[in-house]
């Protein structure tokens, strides 16, 4: 049911600033004022009180492409009331142009912002006159990634002051103006560009992002982890010896919440706030977007493109929301991503957990080859169901991103979202994973899962022991943390060969829950049931492999 209040829809091309904007007059934090393609995969709306109005803001428009994205943003024009749109003063010509074509806005009130104020020539505001004249709507020239309460004013009376456009063909709004073309600001070029260096670039930054906070998180739970046991856990356990016994088994037990949860938040806690960090300096410095324009030749030989790196990146935050990102992807090549995501992005938790047990097995150097064989055999998976990506499957990514500093309030919102995340979901269902495997154990359920699995982990050459393990990192990958029960106790006993293969099999022969139940929202059952099988044929197979060689 529409809203009573006018619908200002946000439209523009990708990466304008449609999303900054948004932030900047509503003041919600939607943390979307990234500095890469597709951040915005839905709809999102907010009352802004000082306008009497809803403002919206929507994905941005890819020309000749399938993606839902894309598709959504146009369907949101039917119940625009008011369309701002938002167009780069660095490519405002162009873009300006490409909307007028593109979309029907001749019986809809309408008002212009032209954004990147602090990279555009002198010729802007010249050229903001003549769309005034031209096009008869209001157009405002803002920075909208520091968008000040001035700034913020004149959008609003912009807004306010919308008007029907005047009919002028998108190539005539500018034709008497020489050298408006010629004013386009372009990004800085770098190696990223060159054909020969900037794909291996690219793969050398998006390695370092991950590889570099994963070494500080394991350095710091490492050099934590004894003062905890000594100073809290040893103490609190000593302690719990007068509790009723089961709420020892629960809290202070094998899987008990306090002596096994607080290992989720040593390994984990850590890996969250430096990977989310790391990812959000590459998206607001623009590195992001480079690497995935440098490597999308090389991705279009397993199936995907240069944009759907970008939900495969994400994936190692959370793989849920990457999910969701996909929605930016191509009909062609969504499934093929989603099918990387659940195979090769290790999520932060996951990482956690991953680091947490080849710590406590005394061989953390498997940490590395673990993530680098997650990367190539989901490469490898990929390409097996999938195949290879035509040239016109999807359009190549051409066009550069700018690079530039980050702003401190895009770096702060997209860390106090991820501890948000982490604190409030993450733990909590970590720590009934916890009560559960410890009262599953407590009654005897947990030996005899145990004892019906272990033959089929003897294929791996595993003990049976260790089917908890892959049992709750289905439920959630962090479920791994399972297996430091007892002190650590099982994978100490186990050769290094052992461990690696564990770690293996349990994330990657299916994604957890949680992401499977997004898929089958985002894509059905059928095709939910179709990568999780293909996911776990591959996982049993390169488990199986690498068995015979550790």
Same mark, same amino acid.
């Given at each position: 049911?529409?809203?009573?209040?006018?619908?200002?829809? %946000?439209? /523009?091309?990708?990466?304008?600033?449609?999303?900054?904007?948004?932030?900047?007059?509503?003041?919600?934090?939607?943390?979307? +004022?990234?500095?890469?393609?597709?951040?915005?995969?839905?709809?999102?709306?907010?009352?802004?009180?000082?306008?009497?109005?809803?403002?919206?803001?929507?994905?941005?428009?890819?020309?000749?492409?399938?993606?839902?994205?894309?598709?959504?943003?146009?369907?949101? *024009?039917?119940?625009?009331?008011?369309? *701002?749109?938002?167009?780069?003063?660095?490519?405002?010509?162009? +873009?300006?142009?490409?909307?007028?074509?593109e979309l029907d806005l001749q019986q809809r009130r309408s008002a212009l912002a032209i954004t990147f104020q602090d990279k555009v020539p002198q010729q802007i505001e010249a050229l903001a006159q003549v769309y005034r004249e031209r096009l008869g709507i209001p157009v405002?020239?803002?920075?909208?990634?520091?968008?000040?309460?001035?700034?913020?004013?004149?959008?609003?009376?912009?807004?306010?002051?919308?008007?029907?456009?005047?009919?002028?063909?998108?190539?005539?709004?500018?034709?008497?103006?020489?050298?408006?073309?010629?004013?386009?600001?372009?990004?800085?070029?770098?190696?990223?560009?060159?054909?020969?260096?900037?794909?291996?670039?690219?793969?050398?930054?998006?390695?370092?992002?991950?590889?570099?906070?994963?070494?500080?998180?394991?350095?710091?739970?490492? #050099?934590?982890?004894?003062?905890?046991?000594?100073?809290?856990?040893?103490?609190?356990?000593?302690?719990?010896?007068?509790?009723?016994?089961?709420?020892?088994?629960?809290?202070?037990?094998?899987?008990?919440?306090?002596?096994?949860?607080?290992?989720?938040?040593?390994?984990?806690?850590?890996?969250?706030?430096?990977?989310?960090?790391?990812?959000?300096?590459? +998206?607001?410095?623009?590195?992001?977007?480079?690497?995935?324009?440098?490597?999308?030749?090389?991705?279009?030989? =397993?199936?995907?493109?240069?944009?759907?790196?970008?939900?495969?990146?994400?994936?190692?935050?959370?793989?849920?929301?990457?999910?969701?990102?996909?929605?930016?992807?191509?009909?062609?090549?969504?499934?093929?991503?989603?099918?990387?995501?659940?195979?090769?992005?290790?999520?932060?938790? @996951?990482? /956690?957990?991953?680091?947490?047990?080849?710590?406590?097995?005394?061989?953390?150097?498997?940490? %590395?080859?673990?993530?680098?064989?997650?990367?190539?055999?989901?490469?490898?998976?990929?390409?097996?169901?999938?195949?290879?990506?035509?040239?016109?499957?999807? @359009?190549?990514?051409?066009? !550069?991103?700018?690079?530039?500093?980050?702003?401190?309030?895009?770096?702060? #919102?997209?860390?106090?979202?991820?501890?948000?995340?982490?604190?409030? @979901?993450?733990?909590?269902?970590?720590?009934? =994973?916890? =009560?559960?495997?410890?009262?599953?154990?407590?009654?005897?359920?947990?030996?005899?899962?145990?004892?019906?699995?272990?033959?089929?982990?003897? %294929?791996?050459?595993?003990?049976?022991?260790?089917?908890?393990?892959? *049992?709750?990192?289905?439920?959630?990958?962090?479920?791994?943390?399972?297996?430091?029960?007892?002190? /650590?106790?099982?994978?100490?006993?186990?050769?290094?060969? @052992?461990?690696?293969?564990?770690?293996?099999?349990?994330?990657?022969?299916?994604?957890?829950?949680?992401? %499977?139940?997004?898929?089958? !929202?985002?894509?059905? #059952?059928?095709?939910?049931?179709?990568?999780?099988?293909?996911?776990?044929?591959?996982?049993?197979?390169?488990? #199986?492999?690498?068995?015979?060689?550790?």
């Amino acid at each position: 049911m529409k809203t009573t209040l006018p619908q200002v829809m %946000l439209t /523009g091309l990708e990466s304008v600033g449609k999303s900054a904007l948004f932030r900047g007059l509503t003041g919600h934090a939607t943390g979307d +004022e990234a500095n890469f393609r597709g951040s915005t995969v839905i709809c999102r709306k907010c009352r802004v009180v000082d306008c009497s109005c809803e403002v919206v803001d929507t994905p941005g428009i890819r020309l000749n492409d399938d993606a839902q994205t894309t598709r959504t943003a146009l369907a949101t *024009l039917d119940e625009a009331d008011v369309v *701002l749109l938002v167009a780069r003063g660095t490519h405002a010509v162009s +873009e300006v142009e490409t909307l007028l074509r593109e979309l029907d806005l001749q019986q809809r009130r309408s008002a212009l912002a032209i954004t990147f104020q602090d990279k555009v020539p002198q010729q802007i505001e010249a050229l903001a006159q003549v769309y005034r004249e031209r096009l008869g709507i209001p157009v405002v020239v803002v920075n909208a990634r520091v968008l000040n309460d001035e700034g913020r004013d004149r959008v609003l009376a912009a807004i306010q002051s919308a008007a029907q456009m005047k009919a002028v063909p998108p190539s005539g709004v500018t034709e008497p103006i020489r050298g408006l073309r010629q004013a386009e600001v372009q990004p800085q070029t770098t190696l990223f560009e060159s054909k020969i260096v900037g794909p291996w670039l690219a793969l050398a930054c998006m390695a370092l992002t991950f590889a570099l906070p994963v070494y500080v998180a394991y350095v710091f739970a490492s #050099w934590a982890q004894p003062l905890v046991d000594e100073l809290a856990i040893t103490p609190l356990k000593a302690f719990a010896q007068s509790w009723p016994q089961l709420a020892q088994v629960m809290l202070t037990g094998s899987y008990g919440a306090i002596t096994l949860g607080w290992y989720s938040f040593l390994w984990a806690f850590p890996v969250v706030v430096l990977i989310s960090l790391s990812v959000a300096l590459a +998206e607001e410095t623009g590195l992001k977007d480079r690497i995935t324009a440098a490597l999308d030749p090389w991705l279009r030989r =397993i199936g995907l493109s240069g944009r759907d790196l970008i939900p495969v990146l994400t994936g190692f935050g959370c793989n849920v929301v990457a999910v969701f990102q996909t929605r930016s992807c191509s009909k062609c090549t969504r499934s093929a991503c989603i099918s990387m995501i659940g195979f090769g992005s290790a999520c932060s938790y @996951q990482i /956690g957990a991953s680091l947490s047990i080849f710590g406590a097995a005394g061989h953390p150097s498997l940490f %590395l080859p673990y993530l680098a064989a997650l990367f190539a055999v989901g490469a490898l998976h990929t390409r097996l169901w999938h195949g290879a990506l035509a040239e016109s499957g999807t @359009q190549p990514l051409y066009e !550069r991103a700018f690079l530039q500093k980050p702003s401190l309030r895009g770096l702060t #919102w997209r860390v106090n979202a991820a501890l948000g995340q982490f604190l409030k @979901q993450a733990m909590p269902i970590f720590i009934a =994973i916890c =009560i559960v495997a410890s009262l599953l154990e407590h009654f005897g359920v947990m030996d005899w899962f145990t004892a019906g699995v272990a033959p089929l982990l003897g %294929l791996f050459h595993l003990p049976g022991e260790a089917a908890p393990g892959i *049992l709750f990192s289905i439920l959630r990958k962090d479920g791994l943390l399972t297996l430091n029960s007892g002190d /650590g106790s099982l994978i100490s006993s186990m050769s290094a060969g @052992q461990v690696f293969v564990l770690v293996w099999l349990a994330s990657t022969f299916t994604a957890c829950l949680v992401t %499977l139940w997004t898929v089958r !929202r985002e894509l059905g #059952w059928k095709a939910a049931t179709l990568i999780a099988s293909r996911q776990a044929v591959t996982s049993l197979v390169s488990a #199986w492999c690498i068995s015979l060689f550790v």
